[in-house]
């Protein structure tokens, strides 16, 4: 089986940073895309950040210029780098990947991990 175990949530004040973790164990052969989400209270789940595997990203027009993903294919780590936070950012962060589990299966399938928590102070 796969897991994901985030890591960096907590509390900071606006304008403060945070960096979150995410670190995929497991039976693993190839990680393709892998990518953060939110969910705010009240709220749909959002994509924040999102990192292929040869490096390409993309951001919610939110967090441009603010986050930065980054990820580290030989331990099979993703990070969220979040500056500039603001009180909007609070939300729990979800980590997702995109996992191809054994070389004799052609087809990926999508892992979550269990989120943490972002509270950012105003």
């Known amino acids: 089986q796969v897991q994901l175990v985030e890591s960096g949530g907590g509390l900071v004040q606006a304008g403060g940073s945070l960096r979150l973790s995410c670190a995929a164990s497991?039976?693993?052969?190839?990680?393709?895309?892998m990518a953060w989400y939110r969910q705010a209270p009240g709220k749909q789940r959002e994509l924040v950040a999102a990192i292929t595997s040869g490096g390409t990203t993309n951001y919610a027009d939110s967090v441009k210029g603010r986050f930065t993903i980054s990820r580290d294919n030989a331990k099979n780590t993703v990070y969220l780098q979040m500056n500039s936070l603001k009180p909007e950012d609070t939300a729990v962060y979800y980590c997702?990947?995109?996992?191809?589990?054994?070389?004799?299966?052609?087809?990926?399938?999508?892992?979550w991990g269990e989120g943490t928590l972002v509270t950012v102070s105003s």
């Open positions: 997702y990947a995109d996992i191809r589990q054994y070389y004799s299966t052609y087809t990926a399938s999508p892992y």
């Open positions: 497991g039976t693993i052969f190839r990680i393709n895309a």
